[in-house]
């Protein structure tokens, strides 16, 4: 990976890892409140209730902030490939991204225009919630192209096969060892 995505993804992973963190932090906070309605509060006339949309955004928020360790290879998996590193971070990528993807939109269809509600903090807090799905989701689609462009601008010989590029040597080989002791 060259240095300009290198200096680019570290904080897209950080932005993300703070949205998620937020989103997570948001969604308790509306599931607190619907779950433990006050006597008299006019939400559902008073009954405790849960939107199922506000408990996606919390496992999507959870599944992102454990999965950031991973990708970032904070976590080391047993991966030695190249290739097989990027095509897991893009595959997990993806998966995160509709994911966000499918809370943004449901969440933005059912709330569509909260302005008539800003002096009630509940309503405030699902406005916060929604801001901070799409600016996770909108980050999410900044590494994915970068994921892309990885995966795409690999070094290969000119007139090689596009599948060069995947077949990468192991890291714990040095390819300088193996040519010494093959001889000039």
Known sequence: MGPLRTIVRLPLY???WVFSALLL???CV???YTLHLPKGDPLNNGRDFY???VAELLVVSILTLGT???VMEWVSPNI???ASRNLLELSGLAVLWLLWLVGCVVSTSIWPNLTFCYQFEPCRILTAMMAFAWLG??????LIVIAILNAVSKVRPTRAPMMVEWASTPSFGEPSAVQHSLGP
Request: without cysteine.
């Open 14 to 16: 950080i932005i993300l």
């Open 25 to 27: 932090i948001l969604t």
């Open 30 to 32: 509306r599931l607190n």
């Open 51 to 53: 939107d199922p949309i």
């Open 68 to 70: 950031i360790p991973l």
């Open 80 to 82: 030695t490939s190249t």
């Open 137 to 142: 989701w909108i980050v999410l689609v900044g």
